[in-house]
């Protein structure tokens, strides 16, 4: 996960984004952008741009001794039972051995998922639209 870390920071020194405020979401924190909300439900971090066209969710908890290509598989499946996406893709391993998978969701907006593990700890990125926004908090998440 450290590595996804640095990686994401190197993305957010081309962001240009207005910060509001960090963040504390209990193992992590966040720099949330002005025109941005953010919550939290149980592990889950939730951040909307206000204006609905871009939003982050970020998970950050135990693996409980799960390999990250059965949590990865888990995802999907919830992903694809919870009836909220038409379509999910199967989870790709990348050669750091992190997994990627994208969902279309009943309205034609797709979402990037990244699923990344250390030190017995998963991280869960869903990223929805293209915004700066997006580039800038994925770099500035820091781990407690």
């Known amino acids: 996960m450290k590595r996804l870390l640095i990686a994401l920071t190197l993305v957010a020194v081309f962001a240009t984004a207005s ?3 960090v963040k504390d979401f209990g193992a992590f924190t966040v720099d949330v952008p002005d025109g941005w909300t ?3 439900e149980g592990p889950t971090a939730i951040i909307v741009k206000n204006d609905n066209t871009a939003s982050l969710t970020i998970t950050v908890d135990s693996t409980q ?13 919830t992903f694809k039972s919870g009836g ?3 379509s999910v893709s199967s ?5 750091d051995g992190d997994y990627s998978f994208t969902m279309v969701n009943n309205q034609d907006v797709e979402s990037k998922a ?3 593990e250390d030190s017995g700890k998963y991280i869960l990125l869903v990223m929805t639209g293209e915004d700066e926004g997006i580039s800038a908090m994925l ?3 820091k781990e407690k």
């Open 19 to 21: 910060f509001a405020a």
């Open 38 to 40: 953010a919550s939290q």
């Open 65 to 77: 001794g799960n390999s990250l290509g059965d949590l990865a598989a888990a995802f999907v499946e």
């Open 84 to 86: 909220q996406f038409k």
């Open 91 to 95: 989870p790709e391993k990348d050669s």
């Open 114 to 116: 990244l699923l990344s």
């Open 139 to 141: 770099g500035s998440i």
